[in-house]
């Protein structure tokens, strides 16, 4: 069988796992038969970390036990939900290939990163390396980044001074990605007969109150420009309240998205956050604010060792070297970023991720096996 031949029975046998924040230990399974003769061999070490039943992170270790330089690799097994599975053109976890495609929800968003990552740690680790890898495959990632924050908390970033995150970006190298925050705003009120306002408390007005407080208090946030992240965004994309029309609402909440920068950071978000919640609402209401979960941005140079060293693996594979940009979106990469860390999130992969018909170009996956196997050789 060639590599070609099987990095797709890799992806394909992936991608036919339905792991929507579940059954990611099927997947790390299917990672370790297909590295059994190196484990076997003791050419790869191996780790299983319980998140939950079934939900395993794997992480994987070759080269220099002893060495100072380690590359971390990250790659997550968890997919979103397929949403109406009749809109699809082929079902979401067939794993259909047509075309030079291969169609599935996960194709992109990105089993097809972790499986091209897999099968160049597999050519590695018969390579005698002055360094060492580190491969983490997590779960969770797409409902809060749940395993790489439990690896995280357990150490497994400490060592690392590169991290390679296998996530899709058209070809794009980034060195960066915009921090996280998600909160929820809830009014507390009063019930009473939509004729008679004045013996209730309008929990929805309260709401108001609170949105117009918070978006003034964080615009001076979001008018700062950070010099590789840009701008920090917050927008309010969820309002729920009342019951009926002519009852006044008792409770009402919101929730809130914030991207933060390095200079517009998430404690400068938090504090603007508490202030808006201590605006003046309506007699009778009151506002308690839950902030739901943070994670930092993360922003290396974008010159840095490892994107360097990922362009020239792209022109040794005879493609054109990648744009450097950044992520508005979130992955893995800030739970193990720390200062000093060189940071490359590239993967195969387009803009099809969480759409419908989400799929693959499989000569992208072919190309990322090439770059894969150049960098771990050569970091």
Known sequence: MTEEEQVVDLLSAMVKIPSVAAKEGQVADLIETFLAPELKAGL?????????????????????????????????????DPGNVNKWQFPPFSAHVEDGKLYGRGATDMKSGLAAAVVAFKRAAHEKLDHGIQLMATVGEEVDNDGARQLSAAGYGDRLTGLLVAEPGNSNVDAAERGIIDYTLTAHGKAAHSSRPDLGANA????????????????????KEDPILGHATHNIDIIHGGNQINSI???????????????????????????????????GVRLSLSIDSVLGAAAASPDNDLIQLVQTARQRAGLNRGQVAYRTGITDAALFYHDGLDLAIYGPGNETSHETDEYVTLKDVFDSVKVFKDVFMNY
């Open 44 to 80: 790869i070490k191996r780790e299983r970390i319980s998140y939950a039943p079934g939900r395993d992170n794997l992480v994987l270790t070759i080269g220099n036990p002893n060495a100072q330089r380690w590359l971390g690799v990250d790659g997550h097994m968890d997919v979103v």
């Open 204 to 223: 929805i007005h309260g709401l108001f109150a609170f949105a117009n407080a918070a978006l003034t208090a964080t615009a001076p946030l979001q008018a």
């Open 249 to 283: 609402p008792e409770s009402a909440y919101l929730r809130g998205n914030i991207r933060t920068t390095m200079i517009a950071d998430n404690d400068a978000f938090i504090a603007a956050l508490k202030q808006a919640a201590k605006t003046t609402v309506p007699k």
